[in-house]
């Protein structure tokens, strides 16, 4: 026989198990791309604030990078009392019968007299500042997805750029000159891949390919605005301290207002962290996220144990995996070709003899239809499609370039030929950092992007080496490099509508899953 008091908790247990008792207890645990799809917003004033101030950084890529073709460039000269012989070279002219046109400090060359037997040397100093680039993609992509974080580390690459490259203009001699320029392209390599990171790991899936391709009209608006500066400051030294002082402004002004991002305060195991400033997110985009939701990584299937775990990735993780290993040597022989292409084609246009600071802000230009036309498909059609088209489309006009000639009506076509081969190859140096990001997930992404820029940078070095062939075989090379890289792109998954993942656990489980409901 029951008690009262048996009775009494008899009646209170269904209060104690009701509906709503249960609902409370639960907690709803999303990963970053459903918690911004349902309650964040995916690209809402906080992540339109935070994808400008943090691709703000491009633009001083693009003035530590390009800076060489002012400072470095050959400038006119002229033949001492009297008018020079048609065709001659002041290689075969006594040291004084001939001088500069702007004087010895307008650059680099006719300060250091890098010319006729030490023009090599110009070629030189430019690929040590890509070897740096190299070196330093590869240190910083590890460390922004390690300790130092992505702010971290956009932090400290802008300090080095600040530093070094005011440095460079009181180098006393060349090699202090180079020394301070392969420093500046140690940090410079970090810059780009830091940034985009940053700028599009808070964004949502469906609008993460664009926001992707938005970036880079920051770098090519600093190509742009850096020819005006150098138009201004004629002299190398004032226009290395002109274009080394917006990294500073962007320490003091610009970075105190950017955020580090959630993605990597979830694997690092701060998810209180991570949760704050998605709530921050929320609340800036008019949203609002309900009590009881919170982060979890794509792997932790509601283990409550683990929610707090650090969770750590490296270039090893990547090679041991068949899966991401595969990938990964696809992005470094895909990236290698396309600078190749891209650098090569945008130093032949150098070679036009006419005015280098309307040329450089031309070809700044005309990499932005480029990059509007691909943002506008990349949706539509998917990152592979692109790829593989984007290539081929600079490989065509890179044939045409080679089998015309080089004098005359075909002269012209020529030059047009490497205007649109540039064209298409803009939109796949850009597209391949929206597609690399997708294809790793959070723990290595940097770190496979580094792997990505470091080829490129390869690329970038060789690309001056095709150059000097001549005017059409290079042509020739690029082609063969168009071609191969799209035919490669053959063998990338499409990564459109698909999540980024936060652990390789969770991308080979989602993989895996994929598989095998295909084959079903």
Request: aromatic content about 12%.
């Amino acid at each position: 026989m029951e008690s009262p008091e048996d009775n009494n908790n008899n009646v209170r247990q269904p209060l104690l198990d009701s509906p709503a008792k249960k609902a409370a207890d639960e907690v709803e645990r999303l990963c970053i791309d459903d918690m911004l799809q349902r309650y964040c917003g995916e690209f809402g004033r906080w992540q339109m604030k935070h994808f400008v101030l943090t691709c703000l950084a491009w633009a001083l890529e693009a003035f530590h990078t390009m800076v060489m073709i002012f400072a470095d460039q050959e400038p006119n000269w002229r033949c001492v009392g009297s008018d020079c012989p048609v065709g001659s070279s002041y290689c075969d002219m006594d040291p004084g019968s001939w001088e500069w046109t702007e004087g010895k400090g307008s650059s680099t060359v006719s300060e250091w007299g890098l010319v006729c037997g030490e023009k090599y040397k110009i070629g030189l100093v430019q690929a040590l500042f890509f070897a740096g680039c190299m070196i330093g993609a590869g240190v910083f992509g590890h460390l922004s997805d390690s300790k130092l974080g992505r702010k971290g580390s956009l932090t400290v690459v802008c300090i080095i750029n600040a530093i070094f490259g005011i440095a460079t203009a009181f180098s006393p001699n060349y090699w202090v000159y180079v020394a301070l320029r392969f420093l500046t392209g140690f940090s410079t390599g970090g810059v780009g891949l830091t940034a985009f990171v940053l700028a599009t790991e808070p964004v949502g899936p469906s609008k993460r390919g664009v926001a992707g391709m938005s970036t880079f009209y920051f770098f090519s608006t600093g190509i742009a605005l850096l020819s005006g500066i150098a138009y201004v400051f004629r002299s190398w030294r004032e226009l290395f301290i002109v274009s080394s002082l917006p990294s500073l402004f962007f320490l003091l002004i610009v970075i105190p207002f950017i955020s580090e991002s959630p993605r990597w305060y979830l694997v690092r195991g701060r998810v209180d962290e991570a949760m704050e400033l998605m709530h921050t997110i929320a609340k800036t985009n008019g949203r609002h996220i309900p009590a009881g939701v919170t982060l979890s990584l794509d792997d932790e299937e509601d283990k409550e144990g683990e929610r707090n775990n650090v969770v750590e990735g490296s270039l090893k993780d990547v090679l041991n995996s068949p899966l991401t290993r595969i990938r990964l040597i696809l992005a470094i022989a895909i990236s290698f070709t396309v600078s190749i292409v891209y650098y090569g084609l945008s130093l032949n246009v150098g070679n036009l003899k006419t005015n280098l600071y309307l040329n450089v802000f031309l070809n700044a230009v005309t990499e932005m239809p480029a990059f509007a036309i691909t943002a506008v498909l990349l949706d539509r059609y998917g990152r592979k499609p692109l790829t593989i088209g984007t290539q081929w489309f600079s490989c065509v006009f890179c044939i045409t370039g080679f089998v015309v000639g080089g004098v005359g009506l075909w002269k012209t076509v020529r030059m047009v030929s490497g205007v649109l081969g540039i064209f298409g190859m803009a939109g796949t140096y850009n597209l391949l950092f929206i597609y690399i990001a997708e294809l790793f997930p959070t723990v290595v992404r940097n770190a496979a992007l580094g792997c990505a820029t470091q080829a490129a940078q390869m690329g970038a070095i060789l690309a001056p080496f095709v150059v000097v062939l001549g005017e059409g075989l290079p042509f020739g090379v690029f082609a063969v490099c168009g071609l191969v890289g799209g035919g490669l792109a053959f063998y990338l998954p499409e990564t459109l509508n698909k999540p980024m993942y936060d652990t390789m656990f969770g991308m080979h489980e989602a993989e895996s899953n994929r598989g095998r409901d295909q084959v079903c």
